[in-house]
């Protein structure tokens, strides 16, 4: 149970609390009066001698983005890069959602499915098509004739 940020009576999730700053952006205030992505909340320390580099949002509760050590890390051992989500790993390591599309191990970008299924789902205006697929990969009849024993 969330409790209603300042004159409203939304919690920050439904609505509540202060808004950015920035002119038609209907984000919260992460900070200093604007969203992340307007220069709210907490930035990368990044820094050379007492110069700021990076202006990016800091990650994770850490002090830095992504691109500079910031942020969730993969798993494995010996590994710096990112972790893919909130799996743990990186991309490499087995990080990341992958493609629903049976036997394909690519990553998933499109409404669950890698670049190459998902653009054949949109064409095809068929995200079902991969599950009898998945059945003829596997020589498993997809016939519903059951007098038949041999599909």
Known sequence: LKSAQGSSKLCKAH????QCGH???DKRDAGRGFCTKHGGGKRCNFKNGL???CDKA?????DYCVKHGGGLRCSEPGCVVGAAGKTGFCIRHGGGRRCKK???????????FCSK??????RSGKEHENSAD????NN????????????
């Open 102 to 112: 049976y036997k394909c191990k690519s990553l998933s970008i499109i409404n669950g």
């Open 58 to 62: 800091s990650q994770a509760g850490t």
């Open 117 to 122: 299924h998902g653009r054949k789902n949109q």
């Open 140 to 151: 498993i009849s997809t016939s519903h004739d059951h007098t038949n024993p041999t599909g």
């Open 134 to 137: 998945r059945y003829k990969d």
């Open 51 to 53: 110069i700021a580099l």
């Open 15 to 18: 609505g509540g609390g202060a």
């Open 23 to 25: 002119e038609g952006c």
